[in-house]
């Protein structure tokens, strides 16, 4: 019997809004897996595959991205946001003891924060939130 190995963030979710993808997930077994919805698979090939090798996580892809990549443009467009779980350092007042915190982040706010990408080795990334509006309105 085969077991799946590393399947911690690795799941797709739905309400009757919203898309919440793990972050563990390679765009490859995106493209594989038949929980993912279509649409997302096509903004994949179409537009996440050209700055990127299938084998990326979109925990690693987002940490890496700039602003005039197209792959940024594409996730600002779908108003994707990522579910983080951050590193908050003991402060002796407020946080007695250091802890994680999670925290929904923007694409934009990844992007462009300096202290994100210091924090990047601590950071948790969990999932990728998406709503289906955004989705269906999305041109492939």
Excluded: C
């Excluded at 595959?49 to 084998?55: D, G, N, Y």
């Excluded at 003991?90 to 990844?110: C, L, N, V």
């Amino acid at each position: 019997m085969e077991m799946p190995q590393n399947q911690d963030f690795k799941y797709v979710l739905q309400d009757f809004g919203n898309i919440y993808i793990g972050a563990r997930y390679s765009y490859e077994e995106m493209l594989k897996s038949e929980e993912i919805p279509y649409k997302w698979k096509a903004i994949i090939r179409h537009y996440l595959l050209k700055e990127t090798s299938p084998e990326t996580t979109m925990e690693n892809h987002i940490f890496f991205m700039k602003e005039d990549d197209f792959s940024y443009e594409t996730f600002q467009e779908l108003k994707a946001s990522f579910k983080m779980s951050v590193w908050i350092e003991a402060d002796g007042k407020r946080h007695k003891h250091g802890h994680y915190e999670s925290r929904e982040y923007k694409i934009s706010e990844i992007v462009q924060s300096e202290e994100l990408h210091r924090k990047m080795d601590t950071i948790i990334v969990e999932e990728l939130h998406l709503t289906k509006l955004a989705l269906m309105m999305f041109s492939v």
